[in-house]
């Protein structure tokens, strides 16, 4: 190459100036915009605090957040829509019972009570991050294959249509859906239409050991329709 | 003058001899990286009762292998470059008390560490865990090394291998300082946190790679320094000119402007081609000047550098850089396997190229049995590559179930197991390539035929 080593040095200089530029003036664009782009006029004392938690818990060192961090552990952008305020409380308090039946466990990590609200209101700021759509998992528009598929398989009852929109994130059937609560493949052999129906709205008065949170979003037709879809599940 | 020709001095400077014990506390930190390492794909393969995991998180434990890493990664480098800075400045280290009191405190600091992730003592952010009060014994330790680097730098002969070396060394001081602060808004948190992590790898340690990388080969290449010089600025010009705005590529899905989708596209294709230049460059030294070359291993090991680079770094990061593959690949296994990789291919072999260069003359010898270092490095390659493939796939299967398909994390993860059992297999052979390495850098036996 015909460059002398002081026309070399130049261009070391040059190049690397020109992409500092680019650098540190996109840095600067990043500064004005992100107050919008994360809502920052949310960014209350309390998601503050949540953040904290995140850090002391040392939450990051399994799970991923906005894609970064650990893999061993599902991410938790979007965590809060995919979940609920209460399905993160009983996996941050609770791990020992949600994952008892998962090949992979959560640690135990004494979080208390008012560190889970700091952390579920830290979540559900960053969930409304404007990150233009990731995870593609967790999109709105994105419905997963086995929801599609059981929904299809079952011709769209109203009840298996309220059972993939409302149930599917905690609950399995024929190995699909999430897998914090138990799998209902069998339920129907345990509980009648009318006690699935009651125990939707209150757990507890069915069986009072059950960590499910009663579902009071739901109407009275769909928890209805939802107890006959889940009676017929005998487990064939 | 032919390095290792009878009569030249092994070790012309007495104070180069502070890197003897950098170098073996690296090497210990690197097995010990390893054995954490075989933990964590057995975590990934197998279940870990409840009763383990609330002692020992799998977090921590994975917190102290990426610790490890970096801490013997930097270890290396210093004592790199306190092995080359008084061959290059013509003049014993500033001071050698300095040195090792630097190296204690780095020592002192990632001991407590350690030790501490076991407790769960950590700042609980990816990579910079350590906590605040120990962040300032690291930048205390980081001064004593710049002040000593410097001082010997300043009064000494001026190269541009020392230039290089002292610029990398200050911008990857200044960029730790980044990663200090709590952030208040998680995005802008990621943000500095890759100004740390990005700008380290593909910005501040090339500098340092290239230097030390030129250092060797002005040694054992009857090349021009001239030429080295040249070919140094140019190709350190195109990783700074890629890497810096390349950072973009993590700025994909943060809550940052859209404007870091084109930028970060745009600059982190380029990225490859530093290193293609860096492969051809090596090649072309290869046929014009091989059969001069008298150090046989170093040499394996300078090429190893060149084309993990261009594996690692270059191809499997190409390979999901653009935006529109990256939204599916982004925080996958898919990243791990290219982080093995790179970080190996880079960062490793480049460490064990020094190593090798430099640990047989600080030991006193001059020539010695060459296949012992073969096998260590054939036997470590395959394995890296093998262990990276397997989470390679594992990482395309999780993109695909997970991403496209819209299955859950868990129906992902129950088909990636059997990937992780290979991952374990791979690690175990590694462990052996790297034992195999050690041993025989800590023990190589003057032979009097012309075997090196």
Redesign the interface.
Same mark, same amino acid.
């Given at each position: 190459m015909p460059v002398s080593n002081k026309g070399s040095f130049y261009i070391f200089i040059v190049g690397t100036a020109i992409s500092l530029v680019i650098f540190l003036g996109l840095t600067l664009q990043t500064h004005e915009q992100v107050d919008a782009l994360t809502h920052a006029e949310k960014l209350s004392d309390e998601v503050v605090a949540g953040k904290h938690v995140w850090e002391s818990k040392n939450c990051n060192e399994c799970h991923t957040i906005l894609g970064f961090g650990v893999y061993y552990a599902p991410d938790l952008t979007k965590v809060y829509k995919r979940i609920g305020p209460e399905g993160i409380r009983l996996a941050v308090q609770q791990p020992e019972v949600i994952y008892a039946s998962s090949f992979r466990k959560m640690p135990d990590l004494n979080v208390t009570d008012q560190e889970t609200s700091d952390l579920i209101a830290f979540l559900e700021w960053t969930g409304n991050i404007d990150n233009n759509d990731w995870p593609p998992q967790d999109t709105d528009d994105a419905m997963s294959a086995s929801e599609r598929r059981l929904a299809g398989g079952m011709g769209l009852s109203r009840g298996a249509a309220v059972f993939q929109e409302n149930c599917m994130r905690c609950h399995s059937i024929g190995g699909s859906g999430g897998g914090t609560g138990p799998a209902l493949d069998d339920i129907g052999n345990k509980y009648d239409a009318a006690t699935i129906t009651r125990f939707i709205l209150s757990p507890t008065s069915i069986n009072p050991n059950s960590k499910m949170p009663p579902q009071r979003g739901l109407s009275e037709d769909d928890r209805a329709a939802v107890g006959e879809f889940l009676a017929k599940q005998d487990g064939r | 003058m032919q390095p290792g020709a009878p009569g030249e001095e092994l070790v012309p400077y007495k104070s180069q001899r502070v890197a003897y014990w950098y170098f073996v506390i690296a090497l210990g930190l690197f097995v010990l990286q390893i054995l954490v390492g075989l933990w964590l794909a057995i975590?990934?393969a197998f *279940? @870990?009762?409840?009763d383990i995991?609330?002692v020992l998180?799998?977090?921590?434990t994975?917190?102290m292998h990426t610790n490890l890493l970096v801490l013997w990664l930097l270890l290396g480098f210093m004592g790199g470059a306190y092995y080359l800075v008084p061959e290059e400045a013509k003049r014993e280290i500033y001071s050698v008390k300095l040195a090792y009191i630097q190296l204690a405190a780095f020592v002192a600091t990632g001991v407590t560490a350690l030790v501490g992730f076991a407790f769960?003592w950590?700042?609980?952010?990816?990579i910079l865990?350590i906590p605040l009060p120990l962040d300032f014994v690291v930048v205390v330790g980081a001064l004593m090394f710049l002040f000593n680097v410097g001082m010997t730098v300043i009064k000494g002969r001026k190269t541009?291998v020392l230039g290089m070396l002292t610029g990398g060394l200050v911008f990857l001081a200044l960029l730790y300082l980044f990663g200090m602060p709590?952030y208040?808004?998680? *995005? @802008?948190d990621?943000?500095y946190?890759w100004w740390v992590v990005h700008l380290w790898v593909e910005g501040a340690w090339e500098l340092v790679t290239a230097a030390i990388l030129a250092f060797v080969l002005i040694k054992i290449t009857s090349v021009d320094r001239?030429v080295i010089?040249?070919?140094l600025?140019?190709e350190?010009?195109?990783f700074?000119?890629?890497?810096?705005?390349g950072?973009?590529h993590h700025?994909?899905?943060?809550?940052?402007?859209?404007?870091?989708?084109w930028?970060g596209g745009i600059?982190s294709a380029l990225e490859v081609l530093p290193i293609i230049a860096m492969v051809i460059d090596t090649f072309l030294t290869q046929r014009r000047h091989g059969h001069v070359i008298k150090h046989k291993v170093v040499w394996l090991f300078a090429i190893g550098t060149a084309v993990g680079h261009l594996i690692g770094a270059g191809i499997w990061g190409f390979a999901h850089t653009l935006p529109q593959i990256n939204?599916?690949t982004?925080?996958?296994?898919v990243?791990?396997s290219h982080g093995h990789m790179a970080f190996f291919g880079a960062y490793a072999l480049l460490n064990l190229t020094m190593f090798w260069y430099a640990l047989p003359r600080l030991r006193g010898v001059r020539r010695y049995n060459p296949s012992g270092a073969h096998w260590g490095f054939w036997i470590m390659g395959f394995s890296v590559l093998g262990l990276s493939l397997a989470m390679g796939v594992a990482g395309v299967l999780q993109t695909y179930i997970?991403?496209?398909?819209?299955?859950?994390?868990?129906?992902a993860?129950?088909q990636m197991?059997f990937w992780f059992k290979i991952v374990i297999f791979f690690g175990v052979c590694l462990l052996a390539g790297v034992l195999i390495t050690i041993w025989k850098l800590l023990t190589p036996k003057e032979t009097a035929a012309e075997t090196e």
């Open positions: - | 975590s990934y *279940t @870990i009762p409840q995991v609330d998180p799998f977090g921590m994975r917190a769960g950590s700042q609980g952010r990816p865990e541009a709590f208040r808004n998680l *995005t @802008i990621w943000f946190w001239k010089e040249k070919y600025y140019l350190t010009a195109l700074l000119f890629t890497g810096l705005a950072t973009g700025y994909y899905w943060i809550g940052a402007p859209d404007t870091w989708l930028i600059f939204y599916y982004h925080g996958s296994q990243t791990a997970e991403r496209v398909l819209g299955e859950g994390f868990m129906t993860q129950a197991q």
